[in-house]
């Protein structure tokens, strides 16, 4: 039996063509949107949240919710996340230039909804709670 003999041209265009379909794939399994995060009330879920316990972040996140949605149903839970940007999460892997963190809090409510708000703390200024995203972080 013998093969198929192509010129070495041919050959050549048909390993790049295959090299390009591979990749496509890869890009399309690896980068699609929506494939690595949760997205509740537009906020994206990231990894937990390294702040322990967080108490105050959950504080400010609870209040952006009562303002947001007065009237809400009572919190059973709230958990909170990093946000997905890894220059706001500290999952970086270069430096970043903005000096900021984001606390994304996922709520459980008794009427089995969840709810997510956030609480964003830039630089040294005061940290502060806010019921949309994105919002404007320097």
């Given amino acids: 039996m013998s093969g198929i003999v192509l010129p070495l041209g041919r050959t050549r265009v048909i390993q790049a063509a295959a090299?390009?379909?591979?990749?496509?794939?890869?890009?399309?399994?690896?980068?699609?949107?929506?494939?690595?995060?949760?997205?509740?009330?537009?906020?994206?879920?990231?990894?937990?949240?390294?702040?322990?316990?967080?108490t105050d972040e959950i504080a400010m996140a609870t209040?952006?919710?009562?303002?947001?949605?007065?009237?809400?149903?009572?919190?059973?839970?709230?958990?909170?996340?990093?946000d997905v940007d890894p220059c706001r999460n500290g999952m970086s892997a270069v430096p970043c230039v903005r000096d900021s963190s984001v606390v994304v809090v996922v709520f459980s409510l008794a009427d089995g909804s969840k709810h997510a708000t956030g609480v964003a703390c830039i630089g040294i200024d005061p940290c502060v709670g806010t019921g949309s995203y994105p919002f404007a972080l320097p």
């Fill in 19 to 54: 090299v390009v379909a591979i990749l496509a794939i890869i890009a399309v399994v690896v980068l699609r949107p929506g494939a690595r995060y949760q997205v509740i009330d537009g906020f994206p879920i990231g990894p937990p949240a390294s702040c322990g316990a967080c």
């Fill in 63 to 82: 209040t952006a919710l009562d303002v947001r949605d007065p009237g809400h149903a009572r919190v059973q839970s709230a958990t909170p996340y990093a």
